[in-house]
């Protein structure tokens, strides 16, 4: 076989990510309010760009209707994302209760978001300042101390607390600034580390997470010198740490497990950040019929349009090559935009409506009814890629008669029932685990095993762990925890 140059013609394909297609997957991620950001700075640099007239306040809404429903698998954007997906385009994880120690976002528990319904907290409650951490410690401060001169020095010590819930300030600068001895101080500082939340007043993570560890009776030999050595434990050495430990790997997993169920920063939980109103982008009512009218929100998404009287009136002032390449640009940019938009909102309409389908029961009877739902589930049934389907439901809100929620919400993970046929949301466990304690008489507090029992009767097959994780994950203490905060709300 001869070798030298030649040349060959062959045919293939290949998929270009242009600037436009990457503009609408971004599209896709963005809530109606950015969304307004977006089309207000393409209005100024577009002039051929314009706000039209609002749709009518009566104009029906969206209804979830097979028959008008948009077949969109053949769409430019969903394609792109199908076949040139890159790690960005990895799935969400949907099981919340996932732990990760690396986050430092102050909180080692499950990162659970609750949002309204008949068991949960509604939308207009998060918006409601509670008690600042130092308020919340004064309050108790009052009922635990014995003396006037006992609950002047706990004070002092709650007014150098930040709001992570750590002393600021050395012990024996706070006890010279006062005049005492040092002994009154750290007597003082016991008492203030009794207080709720547990963890609150330690002068460091490792003092923090022992005060924790105690409350729980997790206290020992070993978790105390795992304590002692975080920062082999934030360099990785994990192997050298559990030697110095002297456990097995079963037990160091276990006290693995334990630490990241542990608060870093318990006093953030009384933060007071600014309940913003969160803006709702889909708009979910009922119908005569016992159906679901689906609509996007109108009030916060301008109506955009291309003013082509506007463009005629210029093409005909254009007189050179590059005014009018440019004029032409223009258009082609405008109209683009105005079909982006649009598919945008198809899209968004054909999630929500199979959200709204799916969870049904949710809609109708409340959140014990919600069922395990994937993004996967999603994607298949409406025949687009899992990554636009986990684009559209982030940073997206959904309006219906039992509140607002984050589309976010309706994907929950599975937990196993008791007849062993199908099986129940992760969100419906949380609902039950807290209307339970809730009804819990203050003299009999439930434990974790008592409540694994009850859940059964309820037709929840759980680990005691598993319930203690969920516990934890909607913000409600241990049983030593809850019986003495209710001890102090009966005091007062």
């Known amino acids: 076989m001869a070798l030298g140059p030649r040349l060959d013609l062959r045919q293939s394909q290949s998929l270009v990510m242009t600037p436009q297609l990457q503009q609408a997957i ?8 950015e969304v307004e950001t977006f089309i207000g700075e393409a209005l100024e640099a577009n002039p051929l760009l314009e706000i039209g007239a609002p749709a ?5 809404a969206e209804p979830i209707d097979e028959a008008r429903r948009t077949s969109l698998e053949s769409s430019p954007v969903d394609q792109l994302i199908g076949e040139a997906r890159g790690s960005e385009d990895k799935p969400l994880d949907i099981d919340t209760a996932t732990l990760d120690i690396d986050r430092d976002t102050g909180d080692w528990g499950a990162a659970v978001s609750s949002y309204g319904g008949e068991d949960l907290p509604g939308i207009d409650e998060r918006g409601e300042g509670g008690p600042t951490l130092a308020e919340h410690l004064d309050r108790q401060i009052g009922l635990s101390c014995a003396t006037p001169r ?12 930040d709001d992570a819930g750590y002393l600021s300030s050395p012990l024996r600068e706070i006890a010279d600034d006062l005049g005492i001895a040092l002994a009154a101080a750290e007597s003082a500082l016991v008492l203030v580390q009794s207080l709720d939340p547990t963890g609150v007043g330690a002068r460091n993570l490792g003092e923090c997470l022992a005060l924790q560890a105690r409350e729980v009776d997790r206290y020992d030999p070993c978790m105390a010198r795992l304590l002692d050595n975080l920062d082999l434990l934030a360099r990785g050495e994990l192997a050298r740490l559990k030697r110095m430990c002297g456990v097995d790997d079963e037990d160091f997993a276990d006290m693995m497990s334990e630490l990241r169920s542990y608060d870093p920063k318990p006093g953030l939980r009384f933060a007071s950040g600014g309940g913003e109103p ?8 009922p119908r005569a019929d016992g159906g679901w009218d689906v609509a996007i929100n109108q009030d916060t998404l301008p109506r955009l349009i291309v003013n082509r009287s506007y463009y005629v009136e210029m093409k005909g002032a254009c007189d050179g090559k590059d005014a009018r390449g440019w004029l032409s640009e223009k258009l082609a940019d405008a109209n683009w935009l105005v079909k982006a938009l649009d598919q945008r909102q198809k899209t968004i309409l054909k999630v929500a409506s199979e959200i709204v389908k799916q969870q049904d029961g949710f809609f109708r009877q409340g959140v014990s009814q919600l069922k395990p739902l994937t993004l996967r589930a999603i994607a298949e049934t409406i025949e ?3 990554s636009t389907v986990s684009r559209v439901t982030s940073n997206k809100y959904l ?5 607002t929620f984050e589309l976010k919400y309706f994907f929950t993970s599975g937990v196993g029932a008791v007849d062993g046929e199908g099986g129940a949301s992760a969100e419906a466990v949380k609902a039950a685990i807290r209307q339970l304690i809730d009804a819990e008489d203050p003299k009999a507090i439930l434990s974790d095993d008592t409540l694994v029992d009850l859940l059964k009767g309820k037709g929840f097959d759980l680990a005691r762990r598993t319930v203690a994780k969920y516990r934890e994950a909607i913000g409600l203490g241990s049983s030593v925890q809850r019986r003495r905060q209710k001890t102090l709300t009966a005091i007062r």
Do not use: F, Q, Y
């Open 399 to 403: 309006m219906c008669p039992r509140g």
């Open 56 to 60: 009518p306040a009566d104009a029906p």
């Open 278 to 285: 969160v803006t709702p982008d889909v708009l979910v009512t």
């Open 26 to 33: 971004k599209l896709l991620a963005l809530s109606n309010l």
């Open 384 to 386: 687009m890629h899992e």
């Open 150 to 161: 006992e609950r002047l020095i706990a004070r002092a010590l709650v007014d150098r607390i």
